[in-house]
């Protein structure tokens, strides 16, 4: 598998900036919109948590496990992106994941950030 199986994040047609930091250099921050978030919840299959098993007897990367988290994160981030473009933001400021374990079936993974509109300095 290559590195495009266990990567993530946005691509480069998108509308809307992702961004960790507070700014993005070069721009300004012209209006704040608020809070939003992508939210998804993943359950485990039989064969990856019997195949995490036996791997954690040996030891070793859960590459299947991996692989599910990458594309549980790349859906939460379609997420926040699609609620961001609905409220009017070209950007998300500050964007952060949680990831929890949900009820003992799953994983809860959630991407949020604040909404925002940038124009160029």
């Given at each position: 598998m290559g590195i495009d199986d266990y990567g993530g994040g946005?691509?480069?047609?998108?509308d809307v900036?992702?961004?960790?930091?507070?700014?993005?250099p070069g721009h300004q921050v012209t209006q704040i919109?608020?809070?939003?978030?992508?939210?998804?919840?993943?359950?485990?299959?039989l064969g990856s948590q019997i195949g995490a098993g036996l791997k954690s007897m040996i030891g070793g990367e859960l590459k299947g496990l991996t692989k599910t988290l990458v594309e549980t994160r790349n859906q939460a981030m379609e997420r926040l992106v699609e609620q961001a473009k609905a409220?009017?933001?070209?950007?998300?400021?500050?964007m952060r994941f949680d990831v929890t374990e949900a009820a003992d079936v799953g994983t809860e993974v959630c991407a949020y950030g604040t909404a925002a509109v940038i124009s160029r300095s």
């Open positions: 946005q691509t480069a047609q998108s900036l992702v961004v960790t930091t507070n700014d993005v919109i608020g809070e939003v978030f992508g939210l998804t919840v993943r359950s485990r299959h409220r009017g933001a070209n950007a998300v400021l500050m």
